[in-house]
T-cell receptor, first 113, second 114 residues
Framework: DAMVIQNPRYQVTQFGKPVTLSCSQT?????MYWYQQKSSQAPKLLFH???????NEADTPDNFQSRRPNTSFCFLDIRSPGLGDAAMYLC????????????FGSGTRLTVV | KQEVTQIPAALSVPEGENLVLNCSFT??????LQWFRQDPGKGLTSLLL?????REQTSGRLNASLDKSSGRSTLYIAASQPGDSATYLC?????????????FGKGITLSVRP
């Protein structure tokens, strides 16, 4: 089945140690999103790629970066994770932004120790 | 700025009850509204997508309605089951193209008691 796959499901990293989260999709959707969701809160958009164009939310910390080497893959890099970055990170795709639906992956739960 | 509100934050009902989950949004200029289910520690599963031109969508025991002018949507769950226990989030899509984004509510955590 076509889907959005996030790896790993659980990630433990040390305070200040760079970490990369991965997202891949077999849907051939042109838009990919990264959301951060903390406990009991709404998912918060960090940034998204519309094809190769990167769109950063104004309040996304500089500590968060993203790469999209091709249509299928998108990475979230956290350069120096702090305790406050512990959260669920959700990747989503869409083929027709604004009119189509969004498909989410299973998420990566990040723990910072 | 679009804001999405879901009240109450939590709901507990006995098995078999029909229930309605509410969602409201401040800016009626949306393109669509999507209801998601989230199990503990998991990602989001899409339940229903309603385009701005539509009034409702149905899937099995689920029915979602949209009243764009009043900024409201409801998710109706018929004959609730313990397996329906999860958090239900609604999200609205604003803008199109490169500026498109989903704005979420915080969700309603539903517990269906056997």
């Amino acid at each position: 089945d076509a889907m959005v796959i996030q790896n790993p499901r659980y990630q433990v990293t040390q305070f200040g140690k760079p970490v990369t989260l991965s997202c891949s999709q077999t849907l051939n959707h042109n838009v990919m999103y990264w959301y951060q969701q903390k406990s009991s809160q709404a998912p918060k958009l960090l940034f998204h790629y519309y094809d190769k164009d990167f769109n950063n939310e104004a309040d996304t910390p500089d500590n968060f970066q993203s790469r999209r080497p091709n249509t299928s893959f998108c990475f979230l890099d956290i350069r120096s994770p702090g305790l406050g970055d512990a959260a669920m990170y959700l990747c989503a795709t869409s083929t027709d932004p604004g009119t189509g639906g969004y498909t989410f992956g299973s998420g990566t739960r990040l723990t910072v120790v | 700025k679009q804001e999405v509100t879901q009240i109450p934050a939590a709901l507990s009902v006995p098995e078999g009850e029909n229930l309605v989950l509410n969602c409201s949004f401040t800016d009626s200029a949306i393109y669509n509204l999507q209801w998601f289910r989230q199990d503990p520690g998991k990602g989001l599963t899409s339940l229903l997508l309603i385009q701005s031109s539509q009034r409702e969508q149905t899937s099995g025991r689920l029915n979602a309605s949209l009243d764009k002018s009043s900024g409201r949507s409801t998710l109706y769950i018929a004959a609730s089951q313990p397996g329906d226990s999860a958090t239900y989030l609604c999200a609205v899509s604003t803008h199109t193209g490169a500026n498109s984004k989903l704005t979420f509510g915080k969700g309603i955590t539903l517990s269906v008691r056997p």
